[in-house]
T-cell receptor, first 114, second 115 residues
Framework: AQSVAQPEDQVNVAEGNPLTVKCTYS??????LFWYVQYPNRGLQFLLK??????LVKGSYGFEAEFNKSQTSFHLKKPSALVSDSALYFC????????????FGTGTRLKVLA | DSGVTQTPKHLITATGQRVTLRCSPR?????VYWYQQSLDQGLQFLIH???????AKGNILERFSAQQFPDLHSELNLSSLELGDSALYFC??????????????FGPGTRLLVL
């Protein structure tokens, strides 16, 4: 079965420190991977995606993600966290099973402490 | 602002009732997707329409139905509502048929509370 896992329900990091939000996946074929962020009482906002090419993908608000095929991971990173980065982060994979659809991870709540 | 609009923002109703949620996709987008976000089940894909035709079904209950109209807006109908249907319902849109690698853009959601 195709799936996405976000092993941490919550990540706490001090403002100014680097942050990592983890995501691993299990899909057949080449993965198409996405990160979305959800602020309180808002919809999901697209951050970045990996389709092919360079393993390091840069996205909105200074976020980047590294695709690692051998470890089947797509961790979200930012060199210096801001308090305003505090939100719920979702990893998703685009899959084919007769039709295309997204499978989302369960989400990781990021809390950046001042 | 993603360009996807959803109405209403909030909906409070009683068990057994029926409600309709509305979504307007971004200008030019042909696909509309519906998701349910509840506290205990995360984000669940419900259904996908492309240019008026149903393309994929996810974990959608038989009490729920959807359609996409010629002007590309979509409606999600929820009937015989139960307490457990209380959730945030999101609509998303994309330009094409949802092929791998295609980004989905999400609306602000409709918060449904069933009492």
């Amino acid at each position: 079965a195709q799936s996405v896992a976000q092993p941490e329900d919550q990540v706490n990091v001090a403002e100014g420190n680097p942050l990592t939000v983890k995501c691993t996946y299990s899909v057949s074929g080449n993965p198409y991977l996405f990160w979305y962020v959800q602020y309180p009482n808002r919809g999901l906002q697209f951050l970045l995606k990996y389709i092919t090419g360079d393993n390091l993908v840069k996205g909105s608000y200074g976020f980047e993600a590294e695709f690692n095929k051998s470890q089947t991971s797509f961790h979200l990173k930012k060199p210096s966290a801001l308090v305003s980065d505090s939100a719920l982060y979702f990893c998703a994979v685009s899959t084919w099973s007769g039709t295309y659809k997204y499978i989302f991870g369960t989400g990781t709540r990021l809390k950046v402490l001042a | 602002d993603s360009g996807v609009t959803q109405t209403p923002k909030h909906l409070i109703t009683a068990t057994g009732q029926r409600v309709t949620l509305r979504c307007s996709p971004r200008s030019g987008d042909l696909s509309v997707y519906w998701y349910q976000q509840s506290l205990d089940q995360g984000l669940q894909f419900l259904i996908h329409y492309y240019n008026g035709e149903e393309r994929a079904k996810g974990n959608i209950l038989e009490r729920f139905s959807a359609q996409q109209f010629p002007d590309l807006h979509s409606e999600l109908n929820l009937s015989s509502l139960e307490l457990g249907d209380s959730a945030l319902y999101f609509c998303a849109s994309s330009a094409g048929q949802g092929a791998r690698g295609e980004t989905q853009y999400f609306g602000p959601g409709t918060r449904l509370l069933v009492l």
